[in-house]
Each structure stands twice: as structure tokens, then as C-alpha cells.
């Protein structure tokens, strides 16, 4: 298999496109507000039958998770597929990597490093650290630990660190690329980081791929990071994974925080073993890249934040990835930080009697249940059921069954019988299981029409001279889309395979050595042209009457309707011309055959 349906096998559409909208099911969809143009009625929608995403509102366009997340992003085919492959723990091997690509990554490394030690040098030394500097002192970290974690301070200026690299030898688009700079509206570059104190982020083998950043006064928003890079993914990031990953081995076990300040407080004081999950709830990369050290995870949860579904999650992670996780609850209020300051030993405590995160839960769900009444018994077991029939190791499901009747006094056997009924699944949709989950592959929908179409193309240059009525948009899989457009632009093959990522190669000599029939080609193709682009009307078609259906049962607004009724009438309009012309094309097809006779 490809790398490109790897990638898809292994990426769900609707956790990428979850990252930056917030999506809510309806039916068979999962709908938000569209992230390209500004709406207050929610007209984006997300397939996971097909994989796909569409815009019903002013874009009006969609596509496959690979036109999402170049769209969103910015970026091309390559930039995006590398992405998501990374996301996805899918390697690209060398062979689809260019020696090229390896040292743009060792670039950025450098740039990053770079700015590091500019910004660790400002910290130190210049007089405008100087508040950045009391603020250091005020959290009571010591000189040592500013050297370890290489903190820093930026300049209040939008130039500085800009001018400082390019002497350096640096190129803006380096800079861009890594994240350092940003581009505003009129196309002027200027630095990301302002005023802000710096905490480098750094990889396993302590290779800096990114920057948190945190502002000195009360304004907001308080934290601002890199954004996504080439070598700097956020939700499979560890903050200070770099000096813990040895005490994670030796204590076989990891302890997972959410802020910077709490993993440096951490390990100022001697608790080496800890990272934090970079502000946002723990992902599960980031507990698949802790595996490999330790199969012990403690999550050190705030009391707000340790709700029931950060447990499920939590949960889940013990199921898909096979680690045992268990929590701490902070007291109400308190960072770890303030915590570990104030007494190393409550901290210790804390961790020694971190709960399994099932009896946590048990625990959360009963305490405000009151367990002598029916309902009482009855909601618990609602509850706590599911979780269990989760739970994949036997023993620990037996385990928590007994729990379960002992704590609502029902028998066992009655519990085994509900939890019968339960399908595993109908559990597992309540366990928020985002990212590549080995075991959930998805199927690769490739589009024979589509790789037809292309191959015909490609194989026989005379189409070029008359390929009208074929658009871009006819193709729903990106590479097939990439390959059209580039094969518009390209006068000969080489000139093709320059417009395309290298990762496409693959595709399209799988597309050039595909036998096709040699007779009448013209006209195979223009009747491809035509199924092609019937399909996509009919898609459209589909996904369009699925929400005018939802709209209509959720109340929607005669305006919007209106709206979808009309794009309705369009769609129609032309699969009726795509009917006529393919008609006639068949007539005149038939009469060929027949005169050739
Ligand atoms: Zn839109």
C-alpha cells in the first residue's frame, strides 16, 4: 500500500477537521461552524462514511481530509500529507522524503536553536529582561533550572529576533516555516514572540521543535505556542521530555502536568519524572510517545478539570494503548506547582496514592449518588457500567463488576446480564478516542472513475489538445485532484513530475502503467468526463438533501432552506445536462459502431 492510503487508512476525518473546528453530530454527519468563511449558522459538515467535508455556505466546496488541512494550513499536497502522517505515525520512508526534506528539518532544528539561545542571552543579560527576570525570581526558580529548561525572554519588538537570525544566515522563509515569524495581511513578516517569557520545547532527543511562550502582566491570552510545523506537532509534544525521560525509564513511571511552570517546579525539586501535555487535555500520542519509557501514567488533573470525561478518556487510554493510568486530584484550586512548593512531601503523597483511574471514577460517580434508593442505584449503574464494559483485560472486568454489586448490592449475575446487552461499541462511542488508534483503520476510498480518468490522461497526451468540461473539483481524492491540476500546468511528463510532491510519484506511475484499452479513446474519455462529473452532482446531490432533511427536523431557518432548496435546483439542473449530453454521446457512439460496420 502507498503512503497516501496509509495515511488515509490511519487519519479520521472527522478528529483532523475536530482539531480546529468544533463539530457536533447530526445523523450521519458531524456539522460546526465553517472555518473558512465567517457564519453564525453552522453550514460545514463532515462525513465519516466517506471521509469527506463540504462547505454549504459562501465556499460552497469540500473535499478530502488532505484539501482540509491544506486549505486550512496553507500549504501544499506534500506539506500537508507530511503532516498528517506524522499525526498519524505513518513513516515516510527516505525514498518519499528527499535528502532535501531531511535538511530543511535540520534547518529548523537550527533556527530554533538558534532562537533559543538569543532568547536564553536576553533572559540573562539584556536590561529589558529585567522584568522577565523578576518574574523567574518571584516563582523561585533557580538559576540552574533557567540553564536547563534554556528559558528566555523576547523583545517587545516586532524585528529583533527577525534581523538577529537573518544575519545569522537564516532565510525568511526558514523563519516563516519555523513558526518564528509570522506573515501579516499585507505580506509584512514580523516576529511571533513579543515580550513574552520563552520556554523552548524540545523533543526526546533534545532537539528544540518549538516554543511555548508566556505573557509577563495579566493580559490574554496568557500562553501562546508555535504553531504546527514541520518538526513541531502540539498534541504530540511532552514539555521537558528531554530531561525526564531517564527518570521516566528508572522509576518506570511518568507523571503528566498541563503547565510549563509545574514540570519546571517539578523537577527543580527532584521529581525528575515528570512532562506536561503542553496546556491541553492529554492526547493519546502523547501517551503512546510515554509507552516506550513506562507503561505508568499519573495524570496530576486539576479538581475542575477532573471531570467525567477526562476519566473516560483516561480509560480509554488504558484500553487502546494497554498503560495503566492513574490520577491525582489536585486540592481545589491549587497548581502542582503551589503544591510541590509549598511541601515536597504532600506532593510524594499525592503521588504514592494516585488512584487507578476506574476506582476514581467509581468514586466520582457514587459521591454524588445516594446509593440506598433506586434511582440512586439505578444511575450508578448506568454510569459505571459502560466504563467496564470497556475495560478489555477480564480479570480487571471481573474485578470492577464485584465492585459494582457490592457497592449498589445487586447480585453479579444480574450485572453480567445488562453488561451482556451492552455492546462494547455503544461504550467505546462515549470514550472520546481521537488520533491513530492502531487498531480503528479506516477503509481507503479510492475512486475508480477518478484513476481512470487520470490514467486516460496521462497515457495519451493527444486529450491534452480538448480535455474541456474536466475540473479540478470533479476529483474528491487530493492526490488525484494534485495530479489533474498538474498535468494542466505540464507540458510534457518530467515537466509533471516537477509540479508534484514527491510523495505523488508513486500514484501517478501506478496511474501511467495502468493498462487501458487503446481503441476509440476520445471517446471513452469524454463519456469518463461526463460519469465524473455526474458523480460529483449526485455526491453533492446526497449530501445536500441529508441536511435539508436535518434542517427540516431541527427547525431550521427558512432562510437557510431556502438557501439549500436553491442550490438544490442548480445541482439538478445540471445533472439533467450531464444526462442529455451523455445520451447523446452514447448515440453517437452506437451510430459509429454501426457505420463501421
Ligand atoms: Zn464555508
Known amino acids: 500500500m502507498g503512503v497516501i492510503d496509509e495515511v488515509k487508512q490511519r487519519t479520521d476525518i472527522v478528529d483532523v477537521v475536530g482539531e480546529y473546528v468544533s463539530l457536533v453530530k447530526a445523523g450521519r454527519t458531524f456539522r460546526g461552524l465553517c472555518p473558512f468563511h465567517t457564519e453564525k449558522h453552522p453550514s460545514f459538515f463532515v462525513y465519516p462514511e466517506q471521509q469527506s467535508w463540504h462547505c454549504f455556505g459562501a465556499c460552497n466546496t469540500g473535499g478530502d481530509v488532505f484539501s482540509f488541512i491544506m486549505k486550512k494550513q496553507g500549504i501544499d499536497f506534500g506539506e500537508g500529507l507530511r503532516l498528517l502522517a506524522q499525526r498519524a505515525g505513518v513513516t515516510i520512508s527516505s525514498r518519499f522524503e528527499p535528502e532535501a526534506q531531511g535538511r530543511e528539518k535540520e534547518r529548523l532544528y537550527q533556527v530554533n536553536q538558534a532562537a533559543a539561545q538569543y532568547f536564553h542571552n536576553l533572559l540573562l543579560n539584556s536590561p529589558a529582561g529585567e522584568k522577565a527576570r523578576n518574574y523567574v525570581a518571584s516563582r523561585g526558580l533557580s538559576p540552574k533550572t533557567v540553564t536547563d529548561f534554556e528559558l528566555g525572554f523576547s523583545l517587545n519588538s516586532w524585528q529583533a529576533l527577525k534581523e538577529h537570525l537573518l544575519e545569522r544566515g537564516y532565510t525568511e522563509d526558514e523563519l516563516l516555516t519555523a513558526g ?24 526526546a532527543r533534545g532537539r528544540i521543535t518549538g516554543f511555548g511562550a508566556r505573557v509577563l502582566d495579566d493580559s490574554l491570552p496568557k500562553y501562546l505556542n508555535s504553531p504546527q510545523t514541520p518538526v513541531f506537532d502540539k498534541s504530540s509534544s511532552l514539555y521537558g521530555i528531554n530531561l525526564a525521560a531517564a527518570a521516566i525509564r ?10 510549563y511552570t509545574d514540570v519546571i517546579t517539578a523537577h527543580q525539586n527532584g521529581f525528575n519524572n515528570v512532562v506536561a501535555s503542553m496546556g491541553t487535555s492529554v492526547t493519546e500520542k502523547q501517551v503512546g510517545a510515554l509507552k516506550r519509557l513506562t507503561r505508568n501514567i499519573v495524570l496530576a488533573l486539576d479538581a475542575d478539570e477532573a471531570g467525567e470525561e477526562a ?3 483516561g480509560v480509554g487510554y488504558e484500553n487502546t494503548l494497554e498503560v495503566e493510568v492513574k490520577v491525582i486530584i489536585l486540592p481545589e484550586g491549587k497548581d502542582p506547582d503551589e503544591v510541590i512548593k509549598q511541601d515536597t512531601k504532600i506532593w510524594q503523597h499525592l503521588v504514592e496514592e494516585a488512584l487507578p483511574v476506574v476506582d476514581y471514577t467509581f468514586n466520582m460517580v457514587t459521591a454524588e449518588l445516594d446509593l440506598t434508593t433506586a434511582r440512586g442505584k439505578s444511575s450508578a449503574v448506568d454510569r459505571l457500567l459502560p466504563i467496564i464494559a470497556e475495560i478489555k483485560d477480564v480479570v480487571r472486568q471481573a474485578h ?26 455503544q461504550g467505546r462511542r462515549r470514550v472520546k478516542q481521537p488520533e491513530a488508534v492502531p487498531q480503528a483503520l479506516h477503509p481507503v476510498l479510492s475512486s475508480p472513475v477518478e484513476e481512470y480518468c487520470l490514467s486516460l490522461l496521462l497515457q495519451h497526451p493527444e486529450l491534452k489538445g480538448n480535455y474541456q468540461g474536466l475540473l479540478p473539483e470533479y476529483f474528491e481524492n487530493s492526490e488525484n485532484r494534485e495530479s489533474f491540476i498538474a498535468w494542466q500546468k505540464a507540458s510534457d511528463l518530467s515537466s509533471l513530475k516537477e509540479e508534484l510532491d514527491t510523495a505523488i510519484w508513486e500514484h501517478v506511475d501506478s496511474l501511467l502503467t495502468r493498462s487501458l484499452p487503446s481503441n476509440q479513446v476520445e471517446q471513452k474519455y469524454a463519456d469518463c468526463v461526463l460519469r465524473l462529473r455526474e458523480k460529483f452532482l449526485r455526491s ?21 432552506l431556502a438557501k439549500l432548496e436553491e442550490q438544490g435546483i442548480e445541482v439538478s439542473v445540471q445533472l439533467g445536462e450531464a444526462e442529455v ?15 463501421r460496420r
Open 180 to 203: 518564528l515569524i509570522v506573515e501579516a495581511e499585507a505580506g509584512e513578516r514580523h516576529d511571533r514572540f513579543r515580550n513574552k517569557l520563552m520556554f523552548p520545547i524540545h523533543d
Open 250 to 259: 528508572q522509576q518506570d513511571l511518568a507523571v503528566i502536568m498541563e503547565g
Open 311 to 313: 476519566m473516560l478518556r
Open 400 to 425: 470492577y463488576l464485584q465492585k459494582l454489586a457490592h457497592l449498589v448490592k445487586v447480585s453479579e449475575h444480574t450485572l453480567e446480564a445488562v453488561l451482556s446487552r451492552i455492546r462494547p461499541s
Open 540 to 560: 453533492l446531490e446526497a449530501k445536500r438533501e441529508a441536511i435539508l432533511a436535518l434542517e427540516r427536523e431541527q427547525g431550521g431557518t427558512v432562510a437557510e
Open 581 to 595: 449530453e451523455r445520451n447523446s454521446l452514447l448515440k453517437k457512439a452506437g451510430r459509429e459502431r454501426w457505420q
